[in-house]
Nanobody, 123 residues
Framework: QVQLVESGGGLVQAGGSLRLSCAAS????????MAWFRQAPGKEREFVVA????????SYADSVKGRFTISRDNAKNTVYLQMNSLKPEDTAVYYC????????????????WGQGTQVTVSS
C-alpha cells in the first residue's frame, strides 16, 4: 500500500521560505512521477508542480515559476518542494501526490495522495 507523508509546513512571513518533504513507502519510489498540489480555503485543489520518474522533467504552474523548486531523492524515497519568496496567496494545504502508473512525468489524472500539510504566509 502506497503511503505518502508530508512534512515541513508552517507559518512564515511574506518573502520567506519553506521546504516541504514527502516521504513515500509501499512501492519502488524511483519508478513513479510525483507532484505537489495545493488547496486554499474555499477553492478547488490546484496543481503546483510535477517531477518525472527520472527526475529529468519538471513542470510548474505559472503562479510558482521562479519561486518554487521540486526535487527528488530516490535513495531516500522522498520528494521535496523548496518554496522561496512566499506570498500570502500561497497559503494553502499542500498535498503530495504519486502517480499510480510508472514511468510518468508526474502529471496524470490518477494519483495516490498524502494527508496534506498546512502552509500559511502572513503579510
Amino acid at each position: 500500500q502506497v503511503q505518502l507523508v508530508e512534512s515541513g509546513g508552517g507559518l512564515v512571513q511574506a518573502g520567506g521560505s519553506l521546504r516541504l518533504s514527502c516521504a513515500a513507502s509501499g512501492r519502488t519510489f524511483s519508478w513513479y512521477g510525483m507532484a505537489w498540489f495545493r488547496q486554499a480555503p474555499g477553492k478547488e485543489r490546484e496543481f503546483v508542480v510535477a517531477i518525472g520518474w527520472s527526475g529529468r522533467s519538471t513542470s510548474y504552474a505559472d503562479s510558482v515559476k521562479g519561486r518554487f523548486t521540486i526535487s527528488r531523492d530516490n535513495a531516500k524515497n522522498t520528494v521535496y518542494l523548496q518554496m522561496n519568496s512566499l506570498k500570502p496567496e500561497d497559503t494553502a494545504v499542500y498535498y503530495c501526490a504519486a502517480e499510480t502508473i510508472p514511468y510518468g512525468v508526474g502529471k496524470s489524472e490518477n494519483y495516490y495522495w498524502g494527508q496534506g500539510t498546512q502552509v500559511t504566509v502572513s503579510s
